[in-house]
């Protein structure tokens, strides 16, 4: 392949990926006031088009009109710095996520995933694990006590959950013997991996919901508690991009279980980018009915729970699945 | 091509490990070495050891330094004084002396033997071909057994020397 074509390509796929990521980020508001809404046997949005479908567009205009305040006693700098880190590494995670197979294209075979790294699932987990850090600098920054609180709890539930989500997928990394995550959808050509690691799974469902801070574990934003956590301060646009950070961070979540537990792009009939969405929207729909059918946890039962069940179990599952590996 | 990429990287890593030292709040201090672990984790990635490089973030910029954050917010220590506006004079000097004489030391042996230093098993070729994980995995559990396992054995006892003294 030229190189001239080689950078049109590639330029394309970034354009397209992250327009579209901006699309169903503002979308998925709208489908999440929606679910909820029928959860709660209410309407939902439905004054802006027809059955509220333009509304993520007046929300945006409206965020983005609105005046911006900063509080006085404020760390400007990193106030006005923090959303920014917690929107990048939402982002850019999802630039090694295979979406689909190879296409062919004005006679060049184009792979549907950005870039190919041979330590994908890691780049993944490293920069995941920078997205604690707008939270707890918006909270540090922001000088409010709520903030604070809503910060520094984010940030001991990140790093205890994170263990955990990293520790469940060690046996997806046994079976592929890879951490590209091409290769892992390649492996499961014959049985997607939630067949052969359903506890795997059932762990990395449930730390995910944690890494993403939704509810039942939205304890850095508790309402009742902390009024609104680590962005109490914060307004306008500022807002949106906690909030576009915490959708986007959803769908690359969503993503990463579809690729390592739900056999990625693969399926029959439909086209294969098809089947990723069709995936993708399910695990996001999960998420928005658990927010809507379960309470939080307390913060002592959360951090009980994520270090005395899910890593002993987790660190079991790699044990079982070491040695069935073994054994094969 | 290499170059492009190593003195930004360098200069971002030296910049940023002044910074650590010398800014005044303890919160930018701590980011700064941020900094510094994301530009050594760039060098990482130009000697193909992308393996080390996920880590480098995943362990120290991701895990460990929002421990110090989180300790540094709730003790709220407040400003310091500078370092060139401390008191103790003869102190600083030798400080500084010895931290000089130090990297010295380094440079200078590294600088005169780069050029006959024989190459290593592990060439960049080689990592390329296999694979820089599965190349570090398949060194730690052979050759390296021994040490990694009394690497693990230390991190096991401060472990447990942590739950000792936080059940006090």
Known sequence: MPEGAFFVIMVT?????????????SYLTWLERKVIGDIQVRLGPMRVGPHGLLQPIADAIKLLFKEEIVPQAADRTLYLLAPAIALVPAF????????????????????????????????????????????????WASNNKYALLGGLRSSAQMISYELSLGLSVIGVVMLSQSLSLVEIVGAQTRMWFILLQPVGFLIFLICAVAEVNRAPFDLPEAET?????????????????????????????????????LGGWRGPWLPPVVWFLIKLYLLIFLFIWLRGTLPRFRYDQLMRFGWKVLLPVALANIVVTAVFVALR | MEWL??????????????????????????????????????????????????????????????????????????????LWLQRDRPRLLIGVGAVVLLLLELVIPVGSWTARVPQGSSTSELMGGVGNTQLVGRLLFTEFLVPFEITSVILLIAIIGAMVLARR
Do not use: W
């Open chain 1, 13 to 25: 796929k970034i354009v397209v990926v992250f327009g579209l990521m901006l699309l169903s980020v």
């Open chain 1, 92 to 139: 850019i995670s999802f630039a090694v996520i295979p979406f689909g197979d190879q296409v062919r294209f004005f006679g060049q075979t184009i792979d549907l995933v950005i870039t190919d790294v041979n330590i994908g699932l890691l780049y993944v987990f490293g920069v995941a694990s920078l997205g604690v850090y707008g939270i707890v600098l918006g909270g």
């Open chain 1, 225 to 261: 508690e902390l009024v609104a956590g680590f962005h109490v301060e914060y307004s306008s646009m500022k807002f949106a991009m906690y909030f576009m950070a915490e959708y986007a961070n959803m769908i690359t979540v969503s993503a990463m279980t579809t690729t390592l537990f």
């Open chain 2, 5 to 82: 990429m190593f003195v930004p990287l360098a200069a971002m890593a030296l910049i940023t490990a002044t910074l650590v030292i010398v800014l005044r709040n303890p919160v930018y201090c701590a980011l700064s070495l941020v900094g510094t672990f994301f530009a050594l984790s760039g060098i990482y990635l130009l000697l193909q050891a992308q393996f080390i490089a996920v880590i480098q973030v995943i362990v120290y910029a991701g895990a460990i330094m929002v421990l110090f954050l989180f300790v540094v917010m709730l003790l709220d220590l407040g400003h310091e004084r500078p």
